[in-house]
């Protein structure tokens, strides 16, 4: 790998980008709506807009990815990323409907998302290395060290510039992805399995393993983001702590737990157990669903969100490195398909427990309800219901993982 070091850390500065694409929107939620008058469920799409555009290019990935140069889509990429950046902070105040603008901009830097999603651990596969799964834990570790930057860095500078110099504080963003577009640029990428002998989607699609690793990825998808995009709001209405208390103590160590599990497999535990540690990451996931959901005293509760984050870590790029070790010929098209089943599972999973926790907000269940107390708000019990069935995510992973172990190609 030590040839190719320049690249593994424009790699990782890659994966800094994705996360910091897919995670500013939610942090100017509330100045976006107060600004520009705009309703919840507007702000919600655009969460939705990015996950289904980013969706849409995994899937064109799954047809080019292995029949166009790849240097210049992960260079394109980082363009569209820092365009669609600056076309957030600027369209709003130059078009007649700043909804519009905002919209714009998130398509753009979602493309440029979405390509980095599916070429990034290509390459990283690519990077000769004895510890395969390691690098590809300590590649996809940089995204929660991303997610974590972009919450303290942007919360500050909301906090000592005012809510108002948001479009400012989008725009520096963009200088990031903007100084990975000359990184990659100045760098030489190592061949990929594009060759005649390499496993092609046409080959693989309708094999057991495929389906039950596209399976294990719409769940891993499914997991990850429903904590990570419900932890605060679950925090602060449906276990009745502060907003400082459910952003830092709830979403901020969530991502502290995702970068511990990642890097401390990325460096110790490449020994092949990845399969026994992604089955431990899928029970104990589930387990802090129940306990969020379940327990009356809302600090267990609290702790157990602080925690979900150590414990979902494994399962994306576990699930990847599975995909990698089983088809070492594959291109990049099985991991731009794996990525759009990680997507979907993101895109529509989170999206339908907003709908539960709505629906259950009404639910007279008098036996649930005074298990944690006559004083629950209907908010509280609709988020707590919800996160009881989200649990089924990483509860039918579970054997998904075990059966993927045994299964034949």
């Not at 990325?266 to 104990?284: E, K, Q, T």
Request: net charge positive; with cysteine; glycine share 8%.
């Amino acid at each position: 790998m030590r040839p190719y070091r320049w690249l593994v850390r424009c790699c990782y500065l890659g994966m800094f980008v994705q996360a910091m694409v897919i995670n500013l929107t939610p942090l100017l939620f509330i100045p976006l709506r107060e600004q520009f008058g705009l309703t919840f469920e507007q702000i919600g799409r655009l969460i939705l807009i990015n996950f289904l555009t980013q969706m849409f290019v995994d899937l064109v990935c799954t047809a080019v990815a292995d029949r166009v140069p790849i240097k210049p889509l992960v260079v394109a990429a980082n363009i569209l990323a820092a365009l669609g950046l600056c076309l957030f902070a600027t369209a709003p105040f130059l078009l007649a409907d700043p909804y519009t603008g905002l919209v714009i901009g998130t398509i753009a830097f979602s493309i440029g998302c979405g390509l980095l999603e599916v070429l990034l651990s290509p390459i990283i596969n690519a990077v000769p290395s004895e510890r395969k799964s390691g690098d590809m834990a300590i590649l996809h570790a940089f995204y929660p060290i991303g997610k974590v930057a972009v919450i303290v860095i942007t919360a500050i500078a909301l906090q000592f510039a005012g809510v108002g110099s948001w479009p400012w504080i989008v725009a520096l963003w963009a200088i990031v992805p903007l100084v990975n577009t000359f990184g990659f640029l100045a760098v030489d990428l190592p061949g990929l399995n594009t060759g005649p002998h390499r496993h092609t989607i046409r080959k693989l699609i309708f094999r057991p393993a495929t389906i039950l690793l596209l399976i294990a990825m719409v769940l891993a998808g499914a997991t990850e983001v429903t904590v990570a995009q419900w932890t605060s709001a679950y925090v602060e209405q449906g276990l009745g702590f502060s907003k400082l208390v459910a952003d830092l103590v709830g979403f901020g160590l969530f991502g502290v737990g995702m970068i511990i599990g990642r890097l401390w497999f990325g460096f110790h535990g490449d020994h092949g157990n990845l399969s026994r540690v992604m089955s431990a990451s899928a029970a104990l996931s589930c387990a802090a669903c129940v306990v969020m959901s379940l327990a009356p005293n809302p600090w267990v509760a609290l702790a157990a969100c602080a925690t979900s984050g150590l414990f979902v870590s494994m399962l994306w790029p576990g699930t990847i490195s599975l995909a990698t070790s089983r088809f070492p010929l594959a291109g990049a098209s099985l991991f731009a398909l794996l990525a759009a089943a990680g997507d979907a599972g993101g895109a529509f999973v989170p999206w339908a427990v907003g709908i539960i926790a709505d629906s259950a907000a009404g639910w007279q269940i008098n036996r649930l309800r005074e298990f944690f107390g006559p004083d629950i708000s209907p908010e509280s019990f609709g988020l707590r219901v919800a996160f009881l069935i989200a649990a089924l995510c990483p509860l039918v992973m579970l054997p998904t993982v075990r059966l993927l172990h045994r299964v034949r190609n």
